[in-house]
């Protein structure tokens, strides 16, 4: 049991490592990736003109206009 | 062939060739307007398309070849190239004059070049995971270039129906979902360069557009520009698909926010779109090239906001080292935790948290997996032979 309990805390705690240091390679070496984006309508809401929560199944086979 | 159409007045108007401005003509053998120039083919629709919007005039630039390697060199008029960018050598002479369509926009540079190699440096000597024989690398060339851009306007709407899920495990609830919402895209930014890969011109985005300018040559000096070689009807699709993806990113936040769901997708959709306008911009980045264990590297930084973009090589040693300090750590308190629950009494309970801690176990390998491919990508487009060559050529 002790064996085993060493087994599964190294693959956790390698498992853990591995992830959290490629994680601070990312930010560190992948320049520029994140933030990619436009900056024109990042920020751009919709004009939402309808809006309807929880509908019944059965409505989506009618045509969505 | 004529390369002459009547217009609706009985005016002639002469056909220009997209890539390059030259006159075309129509080819019967392949019903397709021809470039006497640079032997491009365009179908009639297209070539109408690339005229409406067209300003009239161009500008002209020296293409200079390098008889040492073989380079060719743009360089805009009034302006002589004295050595090739690529290898060095003083050996460039004259070729031709090339015309090149005028943009009708520009963002000029507010980058200087020192500012551009400071912050390159910058990154590099704050990364912990570059090899050490980087940290003061010698720079082999830094090039401002204006890369050609289409900017796409466009009203965009779409109705949909959505499925989403609220809560989790037992107290999970499948519900639906109805939007509809409608929003103006302004200034959606393609590269029009076929030799620039769009997922690197993609990470210089955000351009700030509200800063374009109308288009004056004299912002071309002392920097190098391309001519665009994708016409806009090409990259509408790319641009439609760019609004469909923010759209929905948008629209799901909204549901998200109203409702608490989550795992949110459209089971119908019905979208519409209108390109209200496309303009052609010229937008400035500098191309920065080194060498590292003989490989070539190509960063480039955000001529306007100073964004720098590119993979740096990575040491894999220095990563193993790390990795393998931070797994010593956890060991002990991660295998004293296994231990505590294999001998633990409840086994219906341990079971349960055994098993969350494998599948997290699971987890965290995948992420770290797709986390190094994200990384050898980025550095692999950095060194790419194809962005290597769109900045030496100049």
């Keep these: ?65 | 062939m004529d390369n002459i159409k009547m217009n609706a007045a009985g005016a002639g108007v002469q056909m220009k060739c997209p890539a390059c401005g030259a006159a075309l003509y129509f080819d019967p053998l392949s019903g397709q307007m021809k470039c006497a120039y640079c032997g491009q083919d365009y179908s009639t629709s297209e070539v109408k398309a690339e005229n409406e919007f067209d300003v009239d005039d161009s500008i002209e630039c020296n293409v200079y070849i390098c008889r040492s390697c073989g380079a060719e060199l743009n360089v805009n008029d009034n302006e002589c190239s004295t050595f090739c960018a690529y290898c060095g050598q003083p050996t460039v002479v004259f070729d031709r004059v090339a015309r090149m369509k005028k943009p009708q926009f520009i963002i000029p540079f507010s980058i200087t070049k020192e500012q551009a190699v400071a912050r390159i440096r910058q990154n590099v000597s704050e990364s912990k995971y570059v090899p050490e024989s980087m940290k003061s690398f010698s720079i082999d060339k830094v090039v401002g270039i204006y890369i050609p851009y289409w900017l796409y306007d466009m009203e965009y709407s779409d109705a949909q129906f959505i499925e989403g899920t609220v809560g989790s495990g037992k107290h999970k609830t499948v519900y639906y979902y109805f939007r509809a919402a409608d929003t103006f895209f302004r200034n959606i930014t393609l590269d029009a360069s076929r030799q620039l890969n769009d997922e690197s011109s993609r990470r210089l985005e955000p351009y700030m557009t509200e800063q374009l300018i109308p288009f004056e040559t004299s912002y071309l000096s002392g920097f190098y520009s391309d001519r665009y070689d994708v016409s806009q009807g090409d990259l509408r699709r790319q641009a439609v698909e760019r609004a469909a993806e923010r759209f929905d990113d948008t629209l799901f936040k909204e549901v998200a926010a109203s409702d608490h769901a989550h795992s949110l997708h459209a089971l119908k959709k019905d979208p519409r779109y209108n390109v209200t306008d496309v303009k052609y911009a010229f937008l400035p980045a500098w191309f920065l090239t080194f060498r590292h264990e003989n490989k070539p590297y190509t960063m480039m930084v955000n001529g306007q906001t100073g964004k720098v973009v590119g993979g740096l090589p990575t040491d894999m040693n220095k990563l193993k080292v790390k990795i393998a300090i931070l797994t010593a750590i956890l060991t002990v308190p991660a295998s004293f935790l296994f231990y505590l629950l294999l001998d633990a009494d409840s086994s219906r309970g341990k079971t349960r948290i055994i098993g969350f801690l494998v599948m997290a176990m699971i987890a965290f390998f995948g992420k770290a997996i797709s986390n190094l491919k994200t990384v050898k990508k980025s550095e692999s487009l950095t060194s790419d032979y194809g962005i290597n060559n769109y900045s030496n050529q100049r």
Aim: contains cysteine.
């Design chain 1, 1 to 65: 049991m002790f064996i085993v309990a060493i087994i599964l805390g190294f693959l956790l705690a390698l498992s853990i490592a591995m992830y959290w240091e490629t994680k601070e390679l990312i930010k560190s070496n992948d320049l520029g990736n994140s933030e990619a984006g436009y900056y024109d309508f990042a920020d751009r809401s919709l004009n939402i003109t309808a809006r309807r929560n929880h509908i019944n199944k059965s409505e989506i086979s009618c045509n969505v206009r």
